[in-house]
């Protein structure tokens, strides 16, 4: 089993920035590729982005691209979602999530076998 715990979300003000923390415990050598997906008040778990096991690939929402960074420190077994210039729209439960499946399923939420319990983000207009 493998346990994820995400921590950084909170309630920032369109324009700025969070980091968010995933630290991962357990079977760790199972967290292959690991994702950021979110979730909506309303509306069904999405994909934000992706990093694969060394980090060497990654990949993004296109609603994300170019404001947000997925990166890894497997030394330190955690993840982080770097978000900036956040948009109203941004606003959800942030979960990290793992898998070891192929890297071609990234996008897919439902590939994800693993879960954190989620951390909530809030962005103000």
């Known amino acids: 089993q493998v346990q994820l715990v995400e921590s950084g979300g909170g309630l920032v003000q369109a324009g700025g920035s969070l980091r968010l923390s995933c630290a991962a415990s357990?079977?760790?050598?199972?967290?292959?590729?690991m994702a950021w997906v979110r979730q909506a008040p309303g509306k069904e778990r999405e994909f934000v982005a992706a990093i694969s096991r060394y980090g060497g690939s990654t990949d993004y929402a296109d609603s994300v691209k170019g404001r947000f960074t997925i990166s890894r420190d497997n030394a330190k077994n955690t993840v982080y979602l770097q978000m900036s210039s956040l948009k109203p729209e941004d606003t959800g439960v942030y979960y990290c999530?793992?898998?070891?499946?192929?890297?071609?399923?990234?996008?897919?939420?439902?590939?994800?076998?693993?879960w954190g319990q989620g951390t909530q983000v809030t962005v103000s207009s």
């Open positions: 357990g079977r760790t050598i199972s967290t292959g590729n």
């Open positions: 999530a793992a898998t070891s499946t192929d890297w071609a399923a990234r996008r897919l939420v439902s590939a994800y076998v693993y």
